[in-house]
């Protein structure tokens, strides 16, 4: 099984900043990628940007330009760097695995307020 864990969010006021990680454990050899998703209250989830094991990166267009998200192998740590955050960007982000083989795998969220 694998199992994630994220954290780093919080309140923030328009313009700041937050990093949110998500941590992998267990059965991981098989995670191809790894994405972050957010839903917002009485909104659909959305992909917000994925990362594959090969490096490459998709971002949602409304936070291309604002967003990294980041991949740290060593610490099988996937990172979203959010930069000028807007009211909008309010959610609850959720960290995602895809395997290779078996079901994949979801974090439990993680709030995140942009408000003055």
């Known amino acids: 099984q694998v199992q994630l864990v994220e954290s780093g969010g919080g309140l923030v006021q328009p313009g700041g900043s937050l990093r949110l990680s998500c941590a992998a454990s267990?059965?991981?050899?098989?995670?191809?990628?790894m994405g972050w998703y957010r839903q917002a209250p009485g909104k659909q989830r959305e992909l917000v940007a994925t990362?594959?094991?090969?490096?490459?990166?998709k971002y949602v267009d409304s936070v291309k330009g604002r967003f990294t998200i980041s991949r740290d192998g060593a610490k099988n740590t996937v990172y979203l760097q959010m930069n000028s955050l807007k009211p909008e960007d309010t959610a609850v982000y959720y960290c995602?695995?895809?395997?290779?083989?078996?079901?994949?795998?979801w974090g439990q969220g993680t709030q995140v307020t942009v408000s003055s």
């Open positions: 995602k695995a895809d395997r290779l083989t078996g079901a994949n795998v």
């Open positions: 990362i594959t094991s090969g490096g490459s990166t």
């Open positions: 267990g059965s991981i050899f098989n995670i191809y990628a």
